[in-house]
């Protein structure tokens, strides 16, 4: 493939592609705000995991609370 | 605190300013790529909401503006494999061509549909580079690839295209009458 090859398919594509219009045309942050909103943060499935594997321990060795309060 | 801290953190008030600060410059990136508009405004939304969602993944001390950059190109990316070959890759061009008279309306159209139908990483990194002429450094970052991976795939589009527009008996630079 030459240069000149090239240089006729970067010219047939520029050509077959108009430039488009770069600029914003509206602010995207109240779209943006409403998609925050509809969407509340949510916990994540290992945060459920540690609370589970956590109310376990607590079940199996109560005495292990008063342990933990102390830490807290 | 500095704002990309803020935002890491989750404060909504930083997000707000990094939108407001990056929109354009995100949403001009996208329309580069999927030249729609209305489809390049929805995916600058869907970049700002995955930013947001990963927001914990980023480093405060890194760059902000390249990190959107790639999220919103890898989402271009995606949107470009999804689009079927036969939707029309330009809803409404910005301009009218001034070259019409260099080539003719439906080789254009066929140029368009040969485009179309390269793997989607070829086309994004063919229209940034020869198109758009973006630089190449700024492609591969945004692919986050190489320079030279991206040469690759600008090369290896030509040569399709070039095969393409052979079988369809167009050659390119030669006006049809």
Known sequence: MTEHDDREIREALKQSFPPVNTELRRDLWPT????????????????WVLVGLSASVFMFFPQLILVFAYHL | MDLLRRFALGEIDAFETLVRQFQGDIYAW????????????DL??????????ARRQFRPDGNFAAWARRIATNLAVDHLRRRRPEQSLLAEPAAAPQSDHLVQRETREKI???FRRLPAK????????LVEEQPYDEIADALGTSVGAVKLRVFRAVRILRKQLNHLGIKPGVERT
């Open chain 2, 112 to 114: 368009q549909q040969a």
């Open chain 2, 44 to 53: 600058t939304v869907e970049t700002l909401w995955r930013i947001y969602r």
């Open chain 2, 122 to 129: 070829l086309q994004v990194a063919a229209i940034l580079a």
């Open chain 1, 32 to 47: 943006m705000l409403r998609k925050l909103d509809a969407h509340p943060a949510r916990v994540p499935w290992y945060d």
């Open chain 2, 30 to 41: 996208i329309v580069r790529i999927v030249r729609d508009p209305s489809m390049a405004e």
